[in-house]
DNA sequence: CCTCTTTGGATACCGCCACTATCCAAGCAT
DNA sequence: ATGCTTGGATAGTGGCGGTATCCAAAGAGG
């Protein structure tokens, strides 16, 4: 097919296409001569991949294409692909380690691990970008006086590792090891909002069980 | 405090800080004469809660700006109020109604409330914008091919449930309404990569139990 | 064969957004 | 008096995701 009839099929604009193309999104279809390039189905569904990153899990563009090309290098392992694809993804900015809240919550982030028996999470502790993300998080909630216990963080953990079980049995019943790796980054992009959307549901469930809609 | 020692105090920008105020999302300090102006601990606390939301929550100023006037409006009830502001938090763009992925994305939505049991969340279904998020990212990966069963869905949804039973027991502890609703909108505005964090952790401390680091 | 439309590629441009820099006149400090 | 600081108004900046314009080379129809 010809990029007007990938357009058509995929719903997205002939020139968003060519954006894609130019930015390393999608690869060069097959070149038959100077005015004419051929597009097949793996094209289709890359730029499905593509869109649904992008709209439905928000990234932007430069952080897809790195993602993508953690996904697409097949001389890594399957372990190092996986990590290197999932810690492309955005993350809150660098924290100030100066900050004493920051600090303070990377302390506690530390002792949340260690009591939950993650001990091989607790090795990436100076790395890995969730990580950070839980220690920024967990220092802004300081900031703003929030004291909570630790055991609510651990009820919390508890259930997202029980999540995390389901997203890899999920993955692992994906028959190559390319769509596992996609499988799990898919996960990761997309069942995203999916927990949030289900989240915010039960509350507005839960909520209106507990109080009524008054 | 004048403005100056606001900003070292928070570590903002003073031009960020007008910038805040020029878009409504600190009230004006007390206006002393015509060159200065007076602010307090709550314009301190007020500007801290607008940097996590923004900064930790990634929510657009608008966003932010539409969240706190919710927060703010004593005349609403509290499930109004509250809803009101988790309701204006940034969602994905209107689907496609004519798709079909997106019509059978609803019906399987529809299907799965029912199986719950959420018949208060069921009466939502046609003006919640997390029902909207949720169909719209089903509806992606069905696009992509993804046939995974119901039940993938149902555990996630108890998960969540069991999340939001967290949320609103850790509300209730707090002692004035104002408070109860600041800490919901803040619950769905930080705990969310709290949420994540934890569980990128998980599955990167499952993967290894499971596969070792290869 | 000769138009007339379509194609893909290169380039410039646009609108939005979160800030940021500049300017100014009014105070205050010495 | 004078020089620095303050807050407010306004304009400008940089990044990002996409769009519009232009062009020459192919094909399609007569």
Redesign the pocket.
Known sequence: ???????RRSG?????I??????GLLP??R?????????DDEHLRRLRLV?AM??VGG?????VREVLRNVDDESLGRTIRLGAALWALPQVPEPDEDDEYVRAARREAEALLDRLGWSNARLLTTISPAYRSLVVAVAAFRRLGYDWGSELLVSYAELMHEAARLDLDFVETRPSEAEKVETAVLGAVLTEPILQALRRLAQEEESARRYGFE
């Open positions: 097919m010809r990029l007007a009839e990938l357009s997205v604009a002939t020139a968003t060519k954006y894609y193309l130019r930015e060069p279809g070149q038959v001569n100077a005015t004419t390039a051929e597009y869109r992008i709209q990234l932007p563009v430069a952080t």
